[in-house]
C-alpha cells in the first residue's frame, strides 16, 4: 500500500521558517517525479513546485520562487521542503505528490500519490 506522509506544519509568525518533510512508503520515489501543491480555505489546489527524479531540476510556482526549496533523499525514501519567509498568503494544507514520470510536473492530475496534507498556518 503505498502512503505518502507529510509532516511539519504548524504556526509560524511571517518572516519564520518551516520545514516540510514527506515520507514515503510502498513505493520507490527513485522512480518517481515529486511535488508539492497547497490548498487554501475555498481556493483551488495549486502547485507549489516540484523535482525531477533524479533531483537535478525542479521547477517553482512564481510566488515562493527565492523562499522555498525542495530537494529529496531517494536513499532514505523521503522529501522536503524548507520554506523560509513565510507569509500569510501561504496559509494552506500542503500535500505532497508523486508522479510516475521523470520530469517535475506542475499539473495536480498528472501526480498518482497524494498525501494527506499538513496544515501550515503563517500569522501576520
Known amino acids: 500500500q503505498v502512503q505518502l506522509v507529510e509532516s511539519g506544519g504548524g504556526l509560524v509568525q511571517a518572516g519564520g521558517s518551516l520545514r516540510l518533510s514527506c515520507a514515503a512508503s510502498?513505493?520507490?520515489?527513485?522512480?518517481?517525479?515529486m511535488g508539492w501543491f497547497r490548498q487554501a480555505p475555498g481556493k483551488e489546489r495549486e502547485f507549489v513546485v516540484a523535482?525531477?527524479?533524479?533531483?537535478?531540476?525542479?521547477f517553482y510556482a512564481e510566488p515562493v520562487k527565492g523562499r522555498f526549496t525542495i530537494s529529496r533523499d531517494n536513499r532514505k525514501n523521503m522529501v522536503y521542503l524548507q520554506m523560509n519567509n513565510l507569509k500569510p498568503e501561504d496559509t494552506a494544507v500542503y500535500y505532497c505528490?508523486?508522479?510516475?514520470?521523470?520530469?517535475?510536473?506542475?499539473?495536480?492530475?498528472?501526480?498518482?500519490?497524494w498525501g494527506q496534507g499538513t496544515q501550515v498556518t503563517v500569522s501576520s
Open positions: 523535482i525531477s527524479r533524479s533531483g537535478r531540476s525542479s
Open positions: 510502498g513505493l520507490t520515489i527513485s522512480n518517481y517525479s
Open positions: 505528490a508523486a508522479r510516475d514520470g521523470t520530469a517535475p510536473y506542475t499539473i495536480p492530475g498528472e501526480y498518482n500519490y
